[in-house]
């Protein structure tokens, strides 16, 4: 399980530390996608392969579910750690989370978060927690 917060910068070439506790888990390759509210998510390759099963049995025949799966998998890339625990980020996923100095990267359970800076900033002044907290217990999440 991943969880923590790590702030990093991102390099012109595109290239990223990840953090060592994450790479323990991640392993030297691992997936890279764009993610939802405008980051990107990071899966160890069992989970992503469970993630793209899941994917890949939605019905064709529904719109939304094309659109869903396509939106993760058209912009998915297998990435590899180098001997500095970087990873090469791809030009297209750097355009799509706004990444260009700043990073913040964040351990979400089965999956990683990549931020930029001012983006996680913005989102992070917005959470009403009162009010996800009630949407959780209406989940049947209760604290």
Known sequence: MFMSEYNHTIDAKG?????????????????????????????????WNAFEQKL????????PARQFARFF??????????????ILVPGNLREFAKLDKDVVLVGVGS?????????YDNISDDVDMEGITQAMEELGLTI
């Open 15 to 47: 290239r990223l530390i990840i953090p060592s506790k994450f790479r323990e888990t991640l392993g030297d390759e691992f997936v890279i996608s764009k993610g939802m509210d405008g980051c990107l998510y990071v899966y160890a390759n069992e989970d």
């Open 56 to 63: 890949t049995s939605l019905p064709l025949t529904n719109k």
């Open 73 to 86: 998998l058209a912009g998915a890339a297998s990435v590899e750690v180098d001997k500095q625990g970087r």
């Open 111 to 119: 999956r990683i978060e990549i931020w930029s800076k001012d983006q």
